[in-house]
């Protein structure tokens, strides 16, 4: 086993000594020269050591792996020198051995390969490892390596004593040689040939003695040459091949199935082949139970003398044998059913693959939506290659409805009906029960009144995982799936094509009929629709009713007829639309034709029937170009009916045919009403005058009644006048329709309009008399209810509007009726309660108080509750008398209650005003205020409004409140502006007399300020704990405190000025 590189294996010879290794020929192998035909055997290595090799240094790898040996004991290379000559160049040069061929395998040669590397370095025989360098020595000098091999060394030669055996060599022949010694050591052959020589003779030993044991072990165990079980075992055999080359579950090849077909044809093919899997199960189970028997008679055959232990092992081993007879038979099964499965599922898809390959592209199938001649005949042409070659495998119906185009059965269903397919195959293989778990053979393997238990397999299937974990299987599965999505992809870009076609369904189904029956449609909208329905259906003729692609034939049988349904409804329904529209058109125009001769032939002799005889004459003269219109209509119509032969009733046609002769006679009747029409309009003038003329005599009539005294006598009985007011109603109303009539033919005929100023004074008259009446029932209603209701309960808005109105009411009846006896009876009563308003509003004021009614009380003599008085008992007690009394008392408490609110804002106003205090440099105890702007704001404010109010008249009452309230804001004013005077000149002040030279220099002034710094400290701090602004301001003795602190900052700040000016003398 030699390297392929020598350099390589020299780590692991370091240190290895043997000098039979070295002198063994290689020619005593002959096993190794046989597997290396092409080079000739070594036979002299000194010639090896001896020829050119052209290279001039020590290859990279070599260097290496000298470094590496001069890491192990024993062993040393000399470095290389910088400039070698010749000579030593051929020494050092690297020995190249061919390689030693093995027929050892791979495992063979790691195992050399390792045992090589274990040893440790051998020893050489002459080893300069002591001497790195050969520089001078000693005169002698001894080496011994063991009690009889030493050598002696001097400058010039080499003594070698080898027990007995003396040898000379000059120094430089003994380096040669040594040198020469260290490279054949590391050649693998010689560093590795002591272990390997050995090793192949054990080798071959232990290969020829297994391959004894393989070959007794298999006539011993293998049941194939088993006389009583080979016949059976090639009988199982045999059955399972022809399972295996019949197969199950086939497919025709030239059959298109349907998915319910399909499904069918499976289950009945998986009932028969279930069938088919127990007769070959029963078989089996029976074979095997024969040859199990002769098994046994053929174990159970033995001397006469053998002992019952001999027996019982016999059987025990008989029993194992068995087990593993069943165990193979039901692997042999199982792999024929895995193959079964396998063949079929593959026979699926091979046909499947074969009708795939003859799917069109989808260029050609988009093509086949185009209605050009190319088209057509490509279409053709492939038709009937599709004829001669193949059919499709299965089959799926193109669905069509209003929102997609969907394939019944989807591809979903087809994936589902393989899968289904393909695990029912899956189950009934594995329904075939394994050997090993039939009681049958219990018997056989356990003969009776044997106790002893044999293990057996209860769970032996292995189909089941194989068929699991068979990625074969697995990628045919997959294979199927894709062709049919690839099948259905290709379909999918079929129903692509029918994408107008489906919105075309859909706009026709989604038209709604009754709508369209009920709207108005002109010829144009027939016409397009004749034109396109008819079209539709001769598109959906068309459409081939098969198609296929490839392994799918697509049926749009279901999609011809439902385009063709539906364009032939709404074809129908606009021929029925059509067909009924004519009709009532022709039976319109002709009514309308029939009616105006009826009118034209009339005999007219009052006002309206001339005047609807003259409008209805302008009206034809307008009407006949209309109807002439309507009949050119309807021609088209009829003539759309005839070109596109839509089914019409023959009455029609006939009543449409005589159209034009009707309108044809009324044309000549109106010419001959429009020569007569100045003699009906002067006919038609002369009754209207006599109708306005009655008209005012009517009038004359009905103003009489209304003059009647009776009706505006108070004494009068009011029903009685009712009853009276309602017939002059009614006579009136009639006038006034009359009027108007007259008026509009006036208007309509372009005549002067008669005004009726007596009619419209008549009726202004009438509302009057009426309005009094009512203004009279009313009036005593209302009087009657304030009379009984309180002065709280009463609504003095409404009750101060009805007043008014019913004030304005009597001068619109004094100015516009006669005098009489009602109105002013009415005047009378509602000028009392005019009077009595002004009292009744001031009682009723809200911010009247006790002490106002007691007032009143002292005023009028009695005590008044507004709770309790009535406007009735206030005419009782003679109260409306003081009406100025109550007036003044009443207009004074509103200006109370104004100034009291005042004075209350203000108060709460500085209840909630605090100042802002803030600290002042880094000492905790020294504030100062923020500012105080909006408080200085709001004082100025404040001293305005209370100011006001103290010179009000309504401050009596609370004039003492108002006073200490102003005192307190001017206090507050007055000291803001001393407070704010101390913080500005103290603020000035304290950083100067905080300094020790100030303090030094100006004692006095210093303990002046200290004691302002110490009130001012005070007075901050505790407006820190209570900041509200009013009560701060106005404490007792804060104003003079402060008047005094400015006073005592003054003088300090002119004593400062005059000590800095004097300073500043006094440095000049």
């Known amino acids: 086993m030699a390297s392929s590189s020598p350099r390589g294996a020299l780590p692991s010879l370091v240190g290895q000594r043997s000098d039979s290794d070295s002198r063994e020929p290689l020619h005593k192998l002959p096993a190794l020269q046989r597997s290396v035909p092409s080079r000739p055997p070594i036979i002299d290595p000194q010639a090896v050591l001896k020829r050119h090799v052209k290279q001039k240094e020590p290859s990279l790898p070599h260097l290496k792996v000298r470094e590496q040996m001069n890491r192990f004991p024993g062993w040393y290379t000399e470095p290389a020198p910088s400039k070698p000559t010749d000579q030593e160049q051929r020494r050092h040069e690297p020995v190249h051995m061919p390689p030693l061929p093995s027929t050892k395998n791979a495992s063979d040669q790691q195992g050399s390969k390792n045992v090589a590397s274990t040893p440790p370095p051998p020893r050489p025989r002459f080893s300069i490892k002591s001497f790195p360098q050969l520089g001078p020595a000693p005169q002698i000098e001894l080496r011994k390596y063991s009690s009889t091999e030493y050598i002696f060394i001097h400058n010039k030669a080499v003594f070698s004593v080898c027990e007995d055996d003396i040898k000379f060599q000059s120094l430089e022949c003994w380096q040669n040689y040594n040198e020469i010694h260290s490279k054949l050591r590391r050649i693998p052959f010689f ?33 194939i040459l088993s006389p009583s079980l080979s016949s059976a075992l090639m009988d199982i055999r045999k059955m399972c091949c022809q399972i295996t080359e019949t197969g199950f579950c086939h497919m025709k090849k030239q059959h298109t199935y349907t998915l319910q077909e399909f499904q069918d044809t499976k289950i009945k093919q998986l009932q028969e082949a279930s069938k088919d899997l127990e007769k070959f199960h029963e078989l089996v189970k029976e074979v095997t139970v024969c040859a199990c028997g002769h098994y046994r008679l053929e174990t159970e055959a033995c001397p006469d003398g053998e002992k019952k232990i001999v027996s019982e092992i016999n059987m025990f081993f008989f029993s194992s044998r068995i087990i593993h007879l069943i165990r193979l038979i039901d692997c042999l099964v199982a792999t024929t059913l895995h193959s079964s499965v396998v063949n079929t599922v593959a026979e699926m898809l091979t046909l499947l693959q074969v009708q795939a390959g003859q799917t069109p592209s989808d260029a050609i199938i988009q093509s086949w939506s185009h209605d050009s001649t190319a088209a057509e005949k490509e279409m053709k042409k492939f038709a009937d290659s599709e004829a001669l070659h193949f059919h499709p495998v299965f089959m ?44 049958v053979f219990d018997s056989v393997i356990r003969p009776e009144g044997d106790k002893k238990v044999v293990k057996k397999d209860e769970n032996a299937h292995p189909l089941e995982d194989i068929l699991k974990n068979d990625g074969h299987l697995k990628s045919i599965t997959n294979s199927i799936q894709e062709l049919l999505w690839f099948a259905f992809a290709a379909a999918e870009v079929y129903s692509n094509t029918f994408e107008r076609f489906q919105l075309v369904y859909r706009e026709n189904e989604s038209l709604d009929l009754d709508a369209l029956h009920k709207q108005d ?84 002799s009052t006002t309206a029937e001339l005047a609807d005889f003259l409008t209805f004459l302008d009206e034809i003269e307008n009407s006949i170009g209309e109807l002439k219109k309507e009949q050119e209509t309807v021609s088209k119509m009829y003539n759309l009916i005839n070109v596109h032969a839509v089914p019409t009733p023959l009455e029609d046609v006939v009543r449409f045919a005589t159209l034009e002769t009707f309108i044809d006679s009324l044309e000549r009747i109106t010419a001959d009403a429009v020569e007569e029409k100045d003699s009906t309009m002067q006919r038609f003038c002369s009754s209207l005058q006599m109708d306005i003329k009655e008209l005012n005599n009517e009038d004359m009539k009905i103003r009489l009644k209304l003059l009647d005294p009776q009706i505006l006598d108070i004494d009068a009985n009011s029903s009685h006048v009712r009853q009276q007011l309602r017939e002059i109603q009614v006579s009136i109303e009639d006038l006034k329709s009359k009027a108007s009539c007259c008026v509009s033919y006036q208007r309509n005929f372009k005549m002067e309009v008669t005004t009726f100023e007596s009619l419209e004074q008549l009726m202004s008259m009438f509302k009057l008399t009426q309005l009094l009446w009512d203004s009279l029932e009313q009036w005593d209603c209302l009087q009657s209810g304030w009379q009984q209701s309180t002065l709280e309960q009463l609504d003095m808005e409404q009750f101060t509007s009805q007043v008014n109105k019913y004030s304005k009411c009597i001068s619109q009846l004094e100015e516009g009726l006669p005098p009489n006896s009602s109105v002013p009876c009415l005047k009378e009563k509602v000028e009392v309660m005019m009077h009595r308003l002004p009292v009744i509003t001031d009682l009723h004021n809200p911010h009247m108080k006790p002490k106002h009614w007691k007032t009143l009380k002292s005023l009028v003599g009695t005590s008044l509750n507004v709770n309790e008085l009535t406007i009735a008992a206030l005419e009782e007690l003679n109260i409306f008398q003081y009406a100025k009394e109550i007036h003044e008392v009443s207009e004074q408490a509103p200006g109370e209650v104004s100034v009291e609110t005042i004075i209350s804002k203000v108060e709460d106003l500085w209840k909630n005003t605090e100042f802002t205090v803030l600290p002042h440099g880094d000492s905790k105890d020294a504030f100062i205020l923020g500012g105080t702007e909006d408080i200085q704001a709001l004082l100025d404010d404040s001293i305005i ?43 000035s002040l304290e950083s100067m007399f905080m300094a020790p030279d100030i303090q030094r220099q100006l004692p006095t002034e210093s303990d002046m300020f200290l004691k302002v710094d110490n009130s001012w400290k005070k007075l901050m701090a505790k407006v820190k704990r209570m900041p509200n602004a009013f009560d701060a301001a106005t404490q007792s003795g804060l104003l003079e405190t402060l008047q005094e602190n400015n006073t005592l900052l003054n003088e300090i700040q002119k004593c400062l000025e005059a000590y800095l000016e004097s300073k500043r003398v006094m440095d000049q």
């Open 396 to 439: 799926s119906e193109l669905m069509l409805d209003t929102n997609s185009l969907t394939y019944k059965p989807s591809e979903e269903n087809f994936q589902d009906a393989v899968a289904d397919f393909i695990e029912r195959f899956k189950n009934m293989v594995m329904s075939v029960k394994a050997l090993s778990t039939d009681p």
């Open 945 to 987: 409004n209370v100011g006001t109010v103290a010179s009000s008249c309504y401050v009596a009452p609370i004039k003492w409140r108002v006073n200490e309230l102003l005192r307190q804001l001017t206090l507050f004013n007055q000291t803001l502006d001393e407070w704010l005077t101390c913080q500005r000149n103290w603020l």
């Open 191 to 223: 560093a590795r040939y002591k272990m390997w020589k050995p090793f192949y003779v054990w080798r071959t030993k232990i290969r020829a003695k297994k391959i004894c044991l393989a070959k007794q072990s298999l006539q011993k165990y293998l049941f």
């Open 521 to 604: 449609h002109d010829v144009a909208f027939f016409e397009k629709a004749l034109t396109l329905y008819p079209s539709q259906h001769e598109e959906a003729t068309r459409i081939q009713q098969e198609r296929r692609l490839g392994l799918l034939l697509v049926d749009t049988r279901q999609l011809k007829e439902k385009l063709q349904s539906s364009s032939l409804r709404c074809l129908n329904v606009i021929n029925h639309m059509l067909t009924q529209l004519a009709k009532r058109k022709v039976d319109t125009i002709m009514a309308e034709v029939s009616e105006a001769e009826v009118k034209l032939g009339l005999h007219r």
